[in-house]
C-alpha cells in the first residue's frame, strides 16, 4: 500500500466536459461500452493465486478450515496484513488475535475471506496512480471505511463486515481506469480532487457509467458475494435505496451513508450534509444528534485504520470540516453550489472527448492507452449540452409528443411564517435537494430566477404528478423535523403541477411552465400544499 502525499488545497480552474444528449447514445454506453472495458480488464487483472485457491475453498457448503488456513498462510505479507487490521478497533475484538486460527475462530469464513479479497487487488493499478493520487484514494477510502463501521455500530445494522469491505473496493475502478487510459483519465480525476464537481457525475458525463459500476463489474468476477457488489455498483439515490429490499440493500445503504461522510469529511464537498442528514434519518432513523457522533468519532478511527493498512495520510481536522459544512448549510451557500452542480451538466469539453475516444479504444482490443496521442486521431463530435429551462422544455415536448406521452412540470416553493431568516435559505436549500432526487426516470430540476425549483417530468400523468408533489412536500417536512436550526420554525410548501396529456405539434412549451405558476400560486397554504391542471 502506499503512503500518501500532503493534500492541497488550491482550486484549479475546472475544465470543459460535453456529453452525449441522446438517451439512446447513454444507454449503448451503459450496456455495451463499460461490458466492453469490464471484458478487457479481465485479460489484465486476474485474481491472485492465493485469493483464487480461497474463493475455490470457499464455494463449498462445509468448509475445510484447516486447508484454508494453509492456503493463506503461503503468503506471509498477506497474512500480517490480515492480522494487523484484524487487531486494529475497526473490527473492536476482544484481545490480541495472533494466528489465522484465532482470526477464523472469531470472524468467521466469510468476513476472513472477504478479506483476503479486499487485500488482493494487483499491485500494478497502485504503482500507477502516482502519488497525489494515491493519497486521494486512500483518504476517502479509509474515510468510507470508517465511517461504515461507525454506522453500523450506531444504527445496528448488522451489516458491518459487508459494508466494510465495499468501502474498501469501491474505488477500485478508479485505479484500473488510472492504469487503463493514463492522462485521459487522470485529467478528470485531477478536476474531480481540485474542484467541486462529483468525480462520478463526470465520468458519467463522460462515459456513460462510472468508477462503481466498472468495480462492481470486476469484483463480481472475483467472485465476491453479490450483496457487496451490488451495493458498490446501486445507483445512490436516497428514495431507490430506501425501497431496496434485496439481500444487499441494507449494506448498500450503509455504503451510501458511508460515502457521503467520505466525500464530506475527505474531499471537501460541504454541500453534501443536506443529504447525508436525510439518508441518515431516512435508511436508520438516525436523529442529527447521533449523526454528529459518529462524525466526532470519525477522525480517530480513520488514523487507527491508516496505522492499520500502513498507510500514511496527512492528519485533517474533520471537526472544523463538518462544522463549516453546517455553517454553510445554515447560511444557505449550497443554493449556488447546486445551481453549478447539480442543476445542470458538469462540462468537461476536451477531456471527454479525449476520455471517450481512449476508453473505446480499450474496449475494442487496443492496449491501455495511457495517454498516448498515437491511439487518439479518430474524431468524437459531442453536442453541447442544454443549459436553460426553455431549450429543455422543448426539447422535452418534442421527444414526449415523438412517444406520444404526457409531460408535467411542478413548480415548488417553500418559505417561514416567522422565524430566523437561516430558517428559510436552509428550507430552500433542502428543497432544492428533494426535487433533484425525484424517482421518476428522466426528471429534470431545473431553476427560475425567483429561485423556485422547476421539476420537469416526462411520461408522467396528472395523477403521477399530483402524487409526486405531494410527496416532495411531505419529505420535505419530515426532513425539517430531524433539523435542529429547522425544527419548530411554522413553514409553508405549495406545489403547482401543471400536466399536457399529448402535445400538439404547435404546443407552446412555455405555457405548461406558466400554468404550473399560476396553480403554484392558486395552491392551499396547508395541507400537501398542491393545486394542478390539465393542458389540451
Same mark, same amino acid.
Given at each position: 500500500?502506499?503512503?500518501?502525499?500532503?493534500?492541497?488545497?488550491?482550486?484549479?480552474?475546472?475544465?470543459?466536459?460535453?456529453?452525449?444528449?441522446?438517451?439512446?447514445?447513454?444507454?449503448?454506453?451503459?450496456?455495451?461500452?463499460?461490458?466492453?472495458?469490464?471484458?478487457?480488464?479481465?485479460?489484465?487483472?486476474?485474481?491472485?493465486?492465493?485469493?483464487?485457491?480461497?474463493?475455490?475453498?470457499?464455494?463449498?457448503?462445509?468448509?475445510?478450515?484447516?486447508?484454508?488456513?494453509?492456503?493463506?498462510?503461503?503468503?506471509?505479507?498477506?497474512?500480517?496484513?490480515?492480522?494487523?487490521?484484524?487487531?486494529?478497533?475497526?473490527?473492536?475484538?476482544?484481545?490480541?488475535?495472533?494466528?489465522?486460527?484465532?482470526?477464523?475462530?472469531?470472524?468467521?469464513?466469510?468476513?476472513?475471506?472477504?478479506?483476503?479479497?479486499? =487485500?488482493?487487488?494487483?499491485?500494478?493499478?497502485?504503482?500507477?496512480?502516482?502519488?497525489?493520487?494515491?493519497?486521494?484514494?486512500?483518504?476517502?477510502?479509509?474515510?468510507?471505511?470508517?465511517?461504515?463501521?461507525?454506522?453500523?455500530?450506531?444504527?445496528?445494522?448488522?451489516?458491518?463486515?459487508?459494508? =466494510?469491505?465495499?468501502?474498501?473496493?469501491?474505488?477500485?475502478?478508479?485505479?484500473?481506469?488510472?492504469?487503463?487510459?493514463?492522462?485521459?483519465?487522470?485529467?478528470?480525476?485531477?478536476?474531480?480532487?481540485?474542484?467541486?464537481?462529483?468525480?462520478?457525475?463526470?465520468?458519467?458525463?463522460?462515459?456513460?457509467?462510472?468508477?462503481?459500476?466498472?468495480?462492481?463489474?470486476?469484483?463480481?468476477?472475483?467472485?465476491?458475494?453479490?450483496?457487496?457488489?451490488?451495493?458498490?455498483?446501486?445507483?445512490?439515490?436516497?428514495?431507490?435505496?430506501?425501497?431496496?429490499?434485496?439481500?444487499?440493500?441494507?449494506?448498500?445503504?450503509?455504503?451510501?451513508?458511508?460515502?457521503?461522510?467520505?466525500?464530506?469529511?475527505?474531499?471537501?464537498?460541504?454541500?453534501?450534509?443536506?443529504?447525508?442528514?436525510?439518508?441518515?434519518?431516512?435508511?436508520?432513523?438516525?436523529?442529527?444528534?447521533?449523526?454528529?457522533?459518529?462524525?466526532?468519532?470519525?477522525?480517530?478511527?480513520?488514523?487507527?485504520?491508516?496505522?492499520?493498512?500502513?498507510?500514511?495520510?496527512?492528519?485533517?481536522? =474533520?471537526?472544523?470540516?463538518?462544522?463549516?459544512?453546517?455553517?454553510?448549510?445554515?447560511?444557505?451557500?449550497?443554493?449556488?453550489?447546486?445551481?453549478?452542480?447539480?442543476?445542470?451538466?458538469?462540462?468537461?469539453?476536451?477531456?471527454?472527448?479525449?476520455?471517450?475516444?481512449?476508453?473505446?479504444?480499450?474496449?475494442?482490443?487496443?492496449?491501455?492507452?495511457?495517454?498516448?496521442?498515437?491511439?487518439?486521431?479518430?474524431?468524437?463530435?459531442?453536442?453541447?449540452?442544454?443549459?436553460?429551462?426553455?431549450?429543455?422544455?422543448?426539447?422535452?415536448?418534442?421527444?414526449?409528443?415523438?412517444?406520444?406521452?404526457?409531460?408535467?412540470?411542478?413548480?415548488?416553493?417553500?418559505?417561514?411564517?416567522?422565524?430566523?431568516?437561516?430558517?428559510?435559505?436552509?428550507?430552500?436549500?433542502?428543497?432544492?435537494?428533494?426535487?433533484?432526487?425525484?424517482?421518476?426516470?428522466?426528471?429534470?430540476?431545473?431553476?427560475?430566477?425567483?429561485?423556485?425549483?422547476?421539476?420537469?417530468?416526462?411520461?408522467?400523468?396528472?395523477?403521477?404528478?399530483?402524487?409526486?408533489?405531494?410527496?416532495?412536500?411531505?419529505?420535505?417536512?419530515?426532513?425539517?423535523?430531524?433539523?435542529?436550526?429547522?425544527?419548530?420554525?411554522? =413553514?409553508?410548501?405549495?406545489?403547482?403541477?401543471?400536466?399536457?396529456?399529448?402535445?400538439?405539434?404547435?404546443?407552446?412549451?412555455?405555457?405548461?411552465?406558466?400554468?404550473?405558476?399560476?396553480?403554484?400560486?392558486?395552491?392551499?397554504?396547508?395541507?400537501?400544499?398542491?393545486?394542478?391542471?390539465?393542458?389540451?
Amino acid at each position: 500500500m502506499a503512503a500518501c502525499a500532503g493534500r492541497t488545497k488550491e482550486q484549479t480552474e475546472l475544465p470543459t466536459l460535453t456529453m452525449e444528449s441522446t438517451p439512446e447514445a447513454k444507454a449503448g454506453a451503459d450496456d455495451g461500452l463499460l461490458q466492453e472495458v469490464v471484458r478487457r480488464c479481465r485479460q489484465v487483472y486476474t485474481v491472485p493465486a492465493v485469493a483464487a485457491e480461497v474463493v475455490r475453498l470457499t464455494d463449498h457448503p462445509r468448509v475445510d478450515v484447516a486447508a484454508l488456513k494453509t492456503c493463506i498462510e503461503r503468503d506471509a505479507g498477506l497474512t500480517a496484513k490480515l492480522l494487523r487490521v484484524v487487531n486494529s478497533p475497526a473490527f473492536s475484538l476482544r484481545g490480541e488475535v495472533g494466528d489465522l486460527n484465532q482470526a477464523l475462530a472469531l470472524l468467521g469464513v466469510n468476513p476472513l475471506k472477504q478479506l483476503v479479497l479486499g =487485500f488482493s487487488l494487483p499491485e500494478q493499478i497502485f504503482a500507477a496512480a502516482g502519488e497525489r493520487r494515491l493519497e486521494w484514494y486512500w483518504q476517502t477510502t479509509l474515510a468510507r471505511c470508517a465511517a461504515a463501521r461507525l454506522i453500523d455500530a450506531t444504527a445496528g445494522t448488522g451489516c458491518g463486515d459487508e459494508a =466494510f469491505l465495499a468501502a474498501l473496493l469501491q474505488d477500485m475502478g478508479v485505479l484500473v481506469l488510472i492504469d487503463q487510459l493514463g492522462n485521459d483519465y487522470g485529467r478528470v480525476l485531477d478536476a474531480a480532487i481540485e474542484g467541486p464537481i462529483a468525480l462520478a457525475d463526470a465520468e458519467r458525463e463522460a462515459l456513460g457509467f462510472d468508477h462503481r459500476q466498472l468495480s462492481a463489474a470486476l469484483l463480481s468476477g472475483w467472485g465476491l458475494p453479490r450483496s457487496i457488489t451490488d451495493a458498490i455498483g446501486a445507483p445512490r439515490s436516497v428514495d431507490a435505496l430506501r425501497r431496496r429490499s434485496t439481500a444487499g440493500g441494507t449494506t448498500a445503504r450503509v455504503l451510501h451513508a458511508a460515502d457521503l461522510i467520505a466525500q464530506l469529511v475527505a474531499q471537501h464537498r460541504l454541500g453534501l450534509l443536506p443529504e447525508l442528514i436525510e439518508a441518515a434519518g431516512s435508511y436508520f432513523s438516525l436523529e442529527e444528534k447521533p449523526l454528529r457522533g459518529c462524525l466526532e468519532e470519525l477522525q480517530e478511527k480513520v488514523d487507527q485504520l491508516a496505522e492499520a493498512f500502513s498507510v500514511g495520510c496527512e492528519a485533517e481536522d =474533520f471537526h472544523e470540516i463538518v462544522s463549516a459544512a453546517h455553517r454553510q448549510m445554515s447560511e444557505g451557500a449550497e443554493a449556488m453550489a447546486a445551481r453549478m452542480n447539480g442543476d445542470r451538466p458538469v462540462v468537461l469539453g476536451v477531456d471527454a472527448a479525449s476520455l471517450r475516444r481512449a476508453v473505446a479504444s480499450l474496449a475494442s482490443g487496443g492496449d491501455s492507452v495511457r495517454g498516448s496521442a498515437a491511439v487518439l486521431d479518430s474524431a468524437v463530435q459531442l453536442e453541447s449540452p442544454f443549459t436553460d429551462l426553455a431549450s429543455r422544455l422543448t426539447l422535452a415536448v418534442g421527444h414526449c409528443r415523438s412517444l406520444r406521452q404526457p409531460l408535467s412540470v411542478l413548480v415548488c416553493e417553500t418559505r417561514v411564517l416567522s422565524g430566523d431568516e437561516r430558517a428559510g435559505l436552509l428550507l430552500s436549500q433542502l428543497l432544492a435537494q428533494l426535487c433533484k432526487r425525484t424517482p421518476l426516470e428522466g426528471a429534470e430540476t431545473n431553476q427560475l430566477e425567483s429561485g423556485r425549483p422547476v421539476v420537469v417530468l416526462p411520461d408522467c400523468d396528472r395523477k403521477e404528478a399530483v402524487q409526486l408533489a405531494g410527496e416532495i412536500a411531505s419529505k420535505l417536512r419530515a426532513a425539517a423535523s430531524r433539523i435542529e436550526a429547522v425544527g419548530g420554525v411554522p =413553514f409553508q410548501t405549495r406545489v403547482g403541477a401543471a400536466t399536457v396529456t399529448l402535445a400538439s405539434r404547435n404546443f407552446p412549451p412555455g405555457d405548461l411552465l406558466d400554468a404550473a405558476g399560476r396553480c403554484l400560486e392558486a395552491a392551499p397554504a396547508v395541507g400537501d400544499g398542491v393545486k394542478s391542471i390539465e393542458l389540451f
